[in-house]
């Protein structure tokens, strides 16, 4: 099970830092990713992390957020700098223990509202 937290208000330009803990190992998750999906629009990949910490991220975000994970804490993070309000969306963390393919855990939403 995967549980999100650390969304909220912020101004533009601020940051916030999301995170994604998980109830057992992440260790062997090869794959986990945050997401988000904006009203009215389809989910997006907005960042993943491999167990040996390489990194995709979307361009749309491309130095101003950054993933981590911590597999001793079972945490993934998603720092985010310098948010825009087209960042304003609900954002998911997913994992998967295969390298390819989709995401087979998702964790409930937590919202980010960047006002102007």
């Known amino acids: 099970q995967l549980q999100a937290s650390g969304g909220g208000l912020v101004q533009a330009g601020g940051s916030l830092r999301l995170s994604c803990t998980s109830s057992?190992?992440?260790?062997?998750?090869?794959?986990m990713g945050w997401y988000r999906q904006a009203p009215g629009k389809q989910r997006e990949l907005v960042a993943s992390?491999?167990?040996?910490?390489?990194?995709n991220y979307a361009d749309s975000v491309k130095g101003r957020l950054i993933i981590s994970r911590d597999n001793a804490e079972n945490t993934v993070y998603l720092q985010m700098n310098s948010l825009k309000p087209e960042d304003t969306a609900v954002y998911y963390c997913?994992?998967?223990?295969?390298?390819?393919?989709?995401?087979?855990?998702w964790g409930k939403g937590t919202l980010v509202t960047v006002s102007s």
């Open positions: 992390i491999t167990t040996g910490g390489s990194t």
């Open positions: 057992g190992s992440i260790f062997s998750l090869n794959r």
């Open positions: 997913a994992a998967s223990p295969r390298r390819f393919g989709g995401m087979d855990y």
